[in-house]
């Protein structure tokens, strides 16, 4: 299990721009969605910008606390 403020905290760190919303979508903690939206994610595929916030949350995922994590990126309007 892992807070929203882990979460927040771990993309800030690697996106310090970012604007990041957590949302727990079953009350447990391990299953979360998640938007970003940062500069950091110009030019970049959606393929991309999902492999930086993973990259983001690499230890939250491979110890299992994030069991499913649906992600919404984009970039600022």
Known sequence: MVQP???KAAIHRAM??????VEDLT???DHLQV???SDAF????RIRQHQLVYGA???ELASEAIH????QTSTPS
């Open 5 to 7: 403020d882990q979460v």
């Open 16 to 21: 310090p721009d970012a604007a990041v919303e």
């Open 27 to 29: 009350g447990g903690g």
């Open 35 to 37: 938007k970003v939206v």
């Open 42 to 45: 110009a030019g970049l595929s």
């Open 57 to 59: 949350l690499r230890q």
């Open 68 to 71: 499913a994590l649906a992600l």
